[in-house]
């Protein structure tokens, strides 16, 4: 069930809203705790119920050995040992439903042997709720939860808003918040202000990110060779389509949570108005950095040791986290390419010179770019057909391109003209859903990616747009036209899954 589907705007989200509060309402508090476990697990399993044992399981075995870490008093086995061996438990789990094949693959080309691959189905969300649960264990192993109980515990891993793709939330962030009191009954601003925030995501999901998925596509996957505009219209299309796809998705969780008077921590902060690739890391998947950060960076070190040994403890996260998105060497090289970014940025501090800021963006911007490219590629030489063609430039390409979109652009500016003149109704709404039934059209992409470059750079992002939120018609009326926009655009049955379930 995706957060973008009919099944799951008309009848999970509501259902569940209203049963969990009527429950609540009804004295039965830890009822509706229950109800929304079990509504969580069922959203989880809607894609494939064989996902549902492997979940509980690891419900389970963390619950308990999280339970034995906190302990205060002694116990006969080594806290550590404990620790270790949780942690390797579920790394080993991990590692055999994401990374056998992979590693099967190269064993026999290295080897020129014929283990036959195994073919695992990847179970949805692996990898977000391992690392949350490993993220448990640790702050376990440090004292620092405090209640334990099953219930809360399994309403933590599996809240719905946050199970399939994060935030990466900590039992600190999130435990307390059930049990306060007023969060036990319904709040009709974090009500309307949830689904104003729910909507500007599925507004990005549907009708920006799903767009330039269309024409990242086409470059990368159906076209066999491409020339200087193609090449980059492809790569900043896959460019702005993750950005819109995934900060689309955190938006809809944050906001389907605050229904329950639930804050998840912000995953998201404008990204592309980075000036460093450390800023970059410090506003991009802000959680999966905290957890890299706080779980491997500091652990091997962090800056502690040394010059030498800090190039090390970054090139060691980012190789991590590069193979944590995927099983392939594209992935990891993308990782290998941010932590070599950020050992380059670190050194350059050193010398206290400053760059512009126009510069510094450009540099900053175009090296993201150029890096998501090996993490969007199937192959490697999908990801050099895109290379090779964004810097092999042909003049006569370029003012062929400037001469067609001017074109384009006179008979856009023609057709909206045609949308406002029609003075029949039946001709106008005609000619609005033949419009809209091709805006999707390849020719035109500049004019999507112009809108995106503005929008990321100069637009307020959603958390500072739900700062000065009110619910008053003005809100009103924005919402409805993006949530109207997004279902209307859903009807012609383009809605896809989120680009980080594959992760």
Known sequence: MLFNSYEFIFLFLPITFFTYFYLIHKRFTATAKIFLVFASLFFYSWWNI???PLILLSLLFNYSIGKILNQKREIKLSKKGVLIFGVFINLALLGYYKYSDFFIENINNILNLQIPLLHLALPLAISFFTFQQIAFLVDSYRQETSEY???????????????????IVHHKEMMPQFFATKNLVKN???IALGLFIFSIGLFKKVVIADSFAVWADKGFDEATALNFIDAWSSSLSYTFQLYFDFSGYTDMAIGAALLFNIKLPINFNSPYKALNIQDFWRRWHITLSRFLKDYIYIPLGGNRKGELYTYRNLMITFLLGGIWHGAAWSFLFWGFLHGLALSIHRFWKRFKISMPKLLAWFLTFNFINITWIFFRAHTWNDAFKVLHGMFHIEPKEISHFISEKLTILEKLYQ????????????NRSHTIVSFFAHFRDEKYAFIYIVIAFITVLFAKNSQEIAQKFQANSYYLAINTFLFVAAIYILSFGTYSEFLYFNF
């Open 188 to 190: 009709y601003k974090n």
């Open 415 to 426: 057709k909206i003209y045609n949308i406002f003149a029609t003075e029949i109704d039946t």
């Open 50 to 52: 064989n996902y549902l």
């Open 149 to 167: 109980n099953f219930l809360n515990y399994a309403l933590f891993v599996t809240f719905f808003p946050q199970l399939i793709a994060g935030p």
